[in-house]
């Protein structure tokens, strides 16, 4: 091969290198995955992309730094296929413990043109369905289940869900020492409904 044909072969494959980097660039995210926050105050300089509040505890889980965080797979499977067949394409997480406490909150955006009250009624069933007891919640819109322990299953758990905009938003607590769950999910939902209440 000639001088002159390496160089065109060369320039060749730097031309084409060119233009699947520019490809790439200019691709669109995929219509189906999208989700639009609307914003609730145009007067204010940004929207909604966060609703949730970080709870007490050393944080074991954050996946609110990334723009589209993380797929619902990190749900577990029984989770991640009743949201993702209700909608759900994003999950943004806080997660703390405190000794023997767990607590945690959660953002699972729904994408365009899919009611998230649909998420939730997919989520609240998958519970129900679980033998998760439904408690009374003190915010209309909230829907809570808790667990108790049993002789296979230790844990005391709540997880409260309701719906903020495009978002399906999770309060969780969980632990062995049911008055510590009781006075930390209390807590937690205090502080997340106080900051993002349902809307």
């Given amino acids: 091969m000639t001088g002159r044909t390496t160089a065109v072969v060369a320039s060749v494959h730097v031309l084409l290198a060119a233009v699947v980097g520019l490809c790439v660039v200019a691709l669109p995210e995929p219509a189906d995955q999208h989700v639009t926050v609307s914003d609730p105050d145009p007067r204010l300089p940004a929207d909604e992309s966060l609703v949730l509040v970080r709870p007490s505890g050393l944080l074991i889980m ?88 049993t002789d296979g299953q230790p844990y005391a758990s709540y997880r409260a869900h309701y719906v903020r905009g495009p978002f399906l938003v999770r309060i969780e607590a969980y632990g062995t020492d049911q008055a510590e769950v009781d006075r930390a999910f209390d807590a937690l939902a205090r502080q997340q409904l106080a900051a993002w209440p349902p809307r």
């Fill in 62 to 149: 954050n996946s609110t730094f990334t723009k589209h965080g993380d797929s619902p797979a990190v749900l577990g499977k029984p989770e991640a296929e009743a949201l993702t067949g209700a909608g759900v394409v994003q999950v943004k997480a806080f997660v703390a413990r405190d000794e023997g406490t767990t607590r945690g909150v959660w953002q699972m955006a729904v994408r365009d043109g899919v009611d998230p009250r649909a998420a939730l009624r997919a989520i609240d069933r998958l519970y129900a369905d679980g033998g998760w007891t439904r408690e009374p919640a003190a915010t209309r819109g909230v829907v809570v289940r808790a667990q108790a322990p």
